[in-house]
């Protein structure tokens, strides 16, 4: 998920990328691109507190509409207009900023209490600019990973219409989580290519994005749900039979570390496929089946994405520290009490499985300020 090469150990990241010259042409420079990161993480915060609100939690969140608006500042204005933002870096083009933009202000006007369409049709823009953008790095690079991640923004695009349009956020949450999903596989399928999977694996690959994409539009069939949960369970399996995490993770430092975190997302979404297939449907079982792939895979991936992200994306370094394995286990312990809580209805212990998910994303923001912290100061050394 970034924007550069990042080499350790034969452990290669970078989103697909033009020439370097392409790269410069109108790019912008850090100043302008911290704003932006900035409006993310102010989702991200209003998101988290809404959903403790919704758990039953005191928190400082006055606006009551916020209440029901978790799931799209957490999806669309925090992780929206990150991937936007890593995508506008690697295409080094000023217009594609405008995408993050008006994600993550569609976010803040949410936040101040602006109608619900100012906010709705901001994020729905900035997920055309996403589409838009991805979809010409695919016209220069013609690969199943690029056309993986077009199919995801597009479907995080159709999913913002439909919301925008009217539609609850039940009703497009499977092409909110194709947008995350996707836009992860097809990175990683990337880096598949420094371990090449067999042509056979690749059309597996194919047929699994298939289901995922023709379930998505069948609603809340039982045929759809059932495989839609097989779509994404096929696919955890996929990723960690493919992955080169699999040899990286008995490296040693921040290559394990990143290693560690792919692999435990990938089990989290097989997790949360199985808990669908088993329910039957998603509203049967609809906090376990959003929290263990949207905390438990996506935030695993940022979690080991972050010390390549931030430097690539702000120019900054970031020393690993063994402290980068807190967040970690505090999100999957987080997210042990919460399965708990719901399986057997408990509903303080499903609250205090929130409130760990919460310290667990507070952490991650403290050990990256950290790490930022002991990197200015090896800089000055």
């Known amino acids: 998920m970034a924007s550069a090469y990042w080499s350790r150990h034969g452990l290669l990241f970078r989103l697909p990328s033009l020439s370097k010259k392409a790269m410069r042409s109108g790019d912008l420079g850090v100043p302008f ?35 029901l608006l978790h799931g799209p500042l957490m999806v669309s204005g925090f992780l929206g207009t990150v991937i936007g933002l890593e995508r506008a870096v690697a295409m080094g083009h000023r217009w594609a900023y405008a995408g993050p933009l008006l994600s993550g202000l569609g976010g803040i ?56 349009a009217g539609m609850p956020v039940p009703g497009v949450v499977t092409l909110w989580i194709n947008f995350l999903v996707l836009t992860i596989a097809g990175e990683r399928l990337e880096l598949s290519r420094f371990l090449p999977p067999s042509p056979v694996a690749k059309r597996i690959f194919a047929v699994i994005l298939a289901m995922l994409l023709t379930s998505s539009f069948l609603g809340e069939t039982s045929f759809g749900i059932m495989l839609y949960g097989f779509g994404l369970l096929t696919l955890a399996l996929w990723l960690l039979r493919q992955d080169i995490a699999r040899r990286t993770v008995k ?26 297939l088993v329910a039957g449907s998603l509203a049967g079982a609809y906090d376990v089946v959003l ?46 009490v919460r399965l708990t809580g719901d399986g057997l209805g408990l509903p303080d212990l499903r609250s205090l499985g929130g409130l760990l998910n919460a310290a667990a994303l507070a952490l991650f923001i403290l050990s990256t300020v950290s790490s930022v912290i002991r990197g200015f100061q090896t800089g000055r050394n």
């Not at 006007?109 to 838009?132: D, E, W």
């Open 251 to 276: 490296e040693q430092g921040l290559t394990r570390f990143i290693a560690v975190c792919l692999l435990s997302g990938y089990a989290w979404l097989a997790v949360g496929s199985i808990m669908l």
């Open 109 to 164: 006007a949410f936040l101040i209490g602006l109608p619900f369409f100012i906010g709705a049709a901001a994020i729905t823009l900035g997920s055309a600019v996403l589409f838009a953008g991805t979809t010409l790095i695919m016209l220069r690079q013609r690969e199943l990973f690029m056309l993986t991640m077009v199919l995801g923004a597009l479907s995080w695009l159709v999913g913002n219409l439909l919301w925008l």
């Open 33 to 67: 691109r911290l704003p932006l990161l900035i409006l993310g993480f102010v989702s991200l915060i209003i998101g988290v507190l809404a959903g403790l609100a919704r758990l039953g939690w005191n928190v400082p969140l006055s606006p009551a509409h916020l209440l």
């Open 291 to 336: 929290h263990t792939i949207l905390i438990g895979f996506v935030f695993s991936m940022i979690f080991g994405h972050a010390p390549v992200i931030f430097p690539a994306v702000l120019r900054i370094k970031m020393p690993y520290h063994w402290t980068f394995y807190l967040p970690l286990l505090v999100l999957h312990v987080s997210l042990l």
